[in-house]
């Protein structure tokens, strides 16, 4: 949605942020149909008033002028999922699938955030989050091991000793 100034106001979750400059953070951020990149400026200040918008898999309203975010609401913050290792090591894993995607999997992804926040099993949140974004994404896998078995693999290859986290 568009407002005055050019200034854009949407719903975003932080998949990745990382350090530029002194105090400054570039966020990745899931959008509903998109994945976009911003610079918080001075987020990395003591009392800034975006650091807490620039925390990983925080889900907020932001206010974006170009490619700096001017202002955030933050919604929730998932900061139980960073408590255990298995659920960090399996958003961190979502994080990874979704920048990959395009985009793909906002609600389910947000669904899938908020299970692991909430201390469900995450073999059960791996299997449908991982499930459901495949046939969003157009495959027709029917068989759930055949797709634990298959991503396994995969996140084996790109994060090593992902099976003994999600087994």
Not at 16 to 32: G, I, Y
Not at 156 to 167: A, G, R, V, Y
Request: proline share 1%.
């Amino acid at each position: 949605m568009k407002g005055a100034k050019n200034t854009e106001v949407f719903v975003g979750l932080v998949i990745n942020s990382e350090k530029v400059k002194e105090s400054d953070l570039r966020v990745r951020l899931l959008c509903q149909d998109e994945l976009k990149t911003f610079t918080l400026q001075g987020a990395q200040k003591a009392n800034a008033k975006l650091k807490s918008a620039a925390q990983l898999f925080t889900l907020a309203e932001f206010s974006a002028i170009g490619h700096k975010i001017i202002g955030a609401h933050v919604l929730t913050t998932n900061h139980a999922i960073t408590k255990d290792i298995k659920r960090y090591y399996l958003a961190c894993a979502i994080c990874e699938v979704i920048s990959k995607c395009r985009g793909a999997g906002f609600m389910l992804t947000i669904d899938a955030f908020e299970k692991l926040s909430i201390g469900e099993s995450v073999r059960d949140v791996y299997t449908q989050y991982f499930t459901a974004l495949l046939h969003e994404l157009g495959y027709g896998i029917e068989s759930t091991q055949t797709i634990n078995h298959a991503y396994l693999m995969h996140l084996d290859i790109k994060i090593p000793n992902t099976k003994e986290f999600l087994q």
